[in-house]
């Protein structure tokens, strides 16, 4: 079922960063179109991450995603879903460089998907871009904290606000991203208390993964929280089932079958010349 997006009453930014302060903010990854559709009804917020590049493509990292795959992903999603705020991520490469870089690739994003807005990583050093995009009438969600696109820089998945100097750099980083005009703002692999802390200093949304139960919503890589993930799953991650196991035994009993010959079954075949068995 394909679905008319010009009947579509979704959720906007600005409806989100209203949200601040209010009842937490119910955000997970999507990247596909049966994954959004069954996850439209619950969310406020689907963002096609560029987490894509591992979860789907299997990239060793993020850096793995392109411009390309980020609409493609993000058309699928907009397809499957007609109430969350569809968020897409701007992969590395496509606005670093400077503010009109920045501002063309969101444009593109919002152009070819139609999201309601794109997010990017950075604070104080990525507020210029994050501005450009916001005059070109796209808004933005900023991404401080662990920022899994300078992971190889970093050296590594490192938490952050450890120490008094880095945690008076994310309290910059997330004034900048407020100042620049962001409507709210990821808060990635960030100590509890801080995360709680930068809470409170800013007036737009703090979105939480890694961080604290106190930021104003939550997301969740959607593979990580429904136990899809088959490589190593993060300490911050919950898994509220177990596909795991559901799609091994399934993959189990349909090769037995297969293999013995019980599929195809009598339900499972056309046999009369009328065509009344074609449903
Ligand atoms: O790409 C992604 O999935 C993300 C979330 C983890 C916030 O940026």
Do not use: W
């Not at 789907?56 to 992903?73: E, F």
């Not at 008094?164 to 900048?176: G, V």
Request: proline share 4%.
């Amino acid at each position: 079922m394909t679905r008319d997006p010009s009947a579509d009453s979704r959720i906007n930014a600005e409806a989100i960063r209203r949200r601040k302060g209010g009842v937490p903010i119910v955000c997970l990854t999507a990247y596909t179109y049966p994954v959004a559709r069954l996850l439209d009804p619950h969310v406020d917020l689907l963002l096609v991450g560029d987490s894509v590049a591992m979860v789907l493509h299997g990239h060793a990292t993020t850096l793995g995603a392109s411009l390309d795959m980020m609409i493609a992903h993000g058309q699928a999603v907009m397809r499957g879903s007609a109430r969350a705020c569809v968020v897409v991520d701007m992969p590395a490469g496509s606005y670093e460089a400077s503010p009109a870089q920045a501002a063309a690739a969101a444009k593109r994003i919002a152009e070819e998907t139609g999201c309601q807005a794109v997010k990017l990583e950075g604070g104080v050093d990525m507020a210029a871009q994050i501005a450009a995009i916001i005059a070109a009438g796209i808004p933005v969600m900023g991404h401080i904290g662990l920022q899994p696109q300078s992971v190889e820089k970093d050296g590594g998945y490192r938490i952050k606000g450890r120490t008094e100097e880095n945690i008076a750099a994310l309290f910059r980083d997330a004034e900048a991203v407020e100042k620049a005009g962001a409507f709210s703002v990821v808060i990635e692999g960030t100590m509890e208390a801080v995360a709680a802390k930068l809470t409170r200093h800013i007036s737009i949304p703090t979105i939480g993964i890694g961080a604290s139960a106190d930021c104003d919503g939550q997301i969740l890589v959607i593979d990580d929280m429904v136990g899809l993930t088959v490589d190593r799953v993060p300490k911050f991650v919950k898994e509220y089932a177990d596909l795991r196991s559901v799609v091994a035994s399934a993959a189990e009993r349909y090769a037995a079958e297969v293999r013995s010959r019980a599929f195809p079954g009598s339900d499972h075949v056309f046999t009369t010349a009328s065509g009344k068995d074609e449903t």
